[in-house]
């Protein structure tokens, strides 16, 4: 690439800046639009769980799609000292989800040099990241 080729970084940062507040001015008109479908999707949704219900069916074929129901249930503490110490007496690992929490990853590695998990990996890449002038 020659010098003739590179775009100056300060016309870079104005077409990114502006490319930015055009998505942000589309994202803030369609949000209301959106809002809307998304009232009427669940007043539907509502609809048809109480048909399913009344038939005591869990799935119901129309000429327009298949209407499937299901149960899912989540389970969630709000006490995570005891969970925690509730998984360790009962060697119960399995009931955690299999994610290492990245910041407390970092905070652990910074304050242990040298001390790493086995089979720990990491990826990085730069991002970039483009603020208004002041």
């Known amino acids: 690439m020659t010098t003739e080729e590179v775009v100056p970084m300060d016309t870079l940062a104005r077409v990114y800046l502006k490319m930015r507040n055009k998505i942000s001015i589309l994202t803030q008109a369609y949000e209301a639009e959106v809002a809307v479908l998304k009232e009427q999707q669940t007043a539907i949704t509502n609809a048809m769980r109480e048909q399913m219900k009344a038939l005591g069916s869990k799935s119901v074929k129309t000429d327009n799609g298949t209407v499937m129901m299901k149960?899912?249930?989540?389970?969630?503490?709000?006490?995570?000292?005891?969970?925690?110490?509730?998984?360790?007496?009962?060697?119960?690992?399995?009931?955690?989800?299999?994610?290492?929490?990245?910041?407390?990853?970092?905070?652990?590695?910074?304050?242990?040099?040298?001390?790493?998990?086995?089979?720990?990996?990491?990826?990085?890449?730069?991002?970039?990241?483009?603020?208004?002038?002041?």
């Open 71 to 134: 149960l899912t249930t989540r389970y969630v503490t709000h006490d995570w000292d005891s969970f925690k110490q509730f998984v360790f007496e009962h060697k119960a690992l399995e009931l955690m989800e299999r994610r290492i929490a990245q910041r407390n990853m970092a905070l652990f590695l910074s304050d242990n040099p040298g001390l790493v998990p086995p089979g720990l990996n990491s990826e990085s890449e730069y991002e970039i990241s483009v603020r208004k002038p002041t």
